[in-house]
Nanobody, 118 residues
Framework: QVQLLESGGGSVPAGGSLRLSCEISANIGGVITAVGWYRQAPGKQRDLVAGIATDGNIKYSDSVKGRFTITRDGLYNSQTVWLQMNNLKIDDTATYYC?????????WGQGTQVTVHS
């Protein structure tokens, strides 16, 4: 139905940068209305980091505003969404997941690990 392929994770020192990529392809069955990047650290819940809707509306969590940027190439059922992460902090360490939303279902990628070390 919907395939999400994430890449770009890694280990960087604090202050460094990473760029995550989420390639999305979907068959018929409804258009994708929004794509979001979420993250989950061990023992914590999965939270939204940044999201972009079909109409271009973008939102960020307060903790990443000014440091992370979400962008998109393509639209609807064939698109790539990037998350540029600058000035990374140790607290940004987590598994990052891409999520694609349709009207009646959400689809998740497999996750990519981001580790920020001192």
């Amino acid at each position: 139905q919907v395939q999400l392929l994430e890449s770009g994770g890694g280990s960087v020192p604090a202050g460094g940068s990473l760029r995550l990529s989420c390639e999305i392809s979907a068959n018929i069955g409804g258009v994708i209305t929004a794509v979001g990047w979420y993250r989950q650290a061990p023992g914590k819940q999965r939270d939204l980091v940044a999201g972009i809707a079909t109409d271009g509306n973008i939102k960020y969590s307060d903790s990443v505003k000014g440091r992370f940027t979400i962008t998109r190439d393509g639209l609807y059922n064939s698109q790539t969404v990037w998350l540029q992460m600058n000035n990374l902090k140790i607290d940004d360490t987590a598994t990052y997941y891409c999520k694609a939303e349709r009207r009646f279902a959400d689809y998740w990628g497999q996750g990519t690990q981001v580790t920020v070390h001192s």
